[in-house]
T-cell receptor, first 112, second 112 residues
Framework: QKEVEQDPGPLSVPEGAIVSLNCTYS??????FMWYRQYSRKGPELLMY????GNKEDGRFTAQVDKSSKYISLFIRDSQPSDSATYLC????????????FGTGTSLTVIP | NAGVTQTPKFQVLKTGQSMTLQCAQD?????MYWYRQDPGMGLRLIYY???????DKGEVPNGYNVSRLNKREFSLRLESAAPSQTSVYFC???????????FGPGTRLLVL
């Protein structure tokens, strides 16, 4: 079983839609949860960073962590064509040592 | 402030050839990482350096060597390239282990 599971999509939505991206994980020791955005032929860039459970909001982006269900989500409100990218979840912490574990990424296209 | 830089951007090798991928960061980060990214596999950690003078294996270290030349630079060497090493290689850095990682633009490597 992979440490982190992420639906690869692709996901296609109209401009202005609310987008929900999700990851599940198996290791209850994870404490740090991140979302990265990766444009085509570019390196991943950090979008959101949360520690432990709860919600974090930054503009149109909201990250949620549910440690009891081992489930994290990224919501994008009022999606824009510039949001078209691959979104990667990542997590680390606790007994995992020094490694980050990344999901395989979900490809999102926002259609004008 | 360039962040994380990688050279070269693209390289074609023949099986058995060697090469070194270079990475440098100007954020005064302590920790540096090398990942490979393959379709359907996500980002996989090859090697990392928690601090200057130390290196450790990640998930997929076979066929690679690394050198932490100084605090800024972390190189990845392929001694005898194989077609299975065709991938996109990303370098990343962070202030400390398990802190947010910042990625370079990547090196696309094709081994024929």
């Amino acid at each position: 079983q992979k440490e982190v599971e992420q639906d690869p999509g692709p996901l296609s939505v109209p401009e202005g839609a609310i987008v929900s991206l999700n990851c599940t994980y198996s290791n209850s020791a994870f404490q740090y949860f991140m979302w990265y955005r990766q444009y085509s032929r570019k390196g991943p860039e950090l979008l959101m960073y949360t520690y432990s459970s709860g919600n974090k909001e930054d503009g149109r982006f909201t990250a949620q962590v549910d440690k009891s269900s081992k489930y994290i989500s990224l919501f994008i409100r009022d999606s824009q064509p510039s949001d078209s990218a691959t979104y990667l979840c990542a997590m680390s912490g606790g007994s995992t040592g020094n490694q980050f574990y990344f999901g395989t990424g979900t490809s999102l296209t926002v259609i004008p | 402030n360039a962040g994380v830089t990688q050279t070269p951007k693209f390289q074609v090798l023949k099986t058995g050839q060697s090469m070194t991928l270079q990475c440098a960061q100007d954020m005064n980060h302590n920790s540096m990482y090398w990942y490979r990214q393959d379709p359907g596999m996500g980002l996989r950690l090859i090697y990392y350096s928690a601090s200057e003078g130390t290196t450790d294996k990640g998930e997929v270290p076979n066929g690679y060597n690394v050198s932490r030349l100084n605090k800024r630079e972390f190189s990845l060497r392929l001694e005898s390239a194989a077609p299975s090493q065709t991938s996109v290689y990303f370098c990343a850095s962070s202030a400390g282990i398990q802190e947010t990682q910042y990625f370079g633009p990547g090196t696309r490597l094709l081994v024929l």
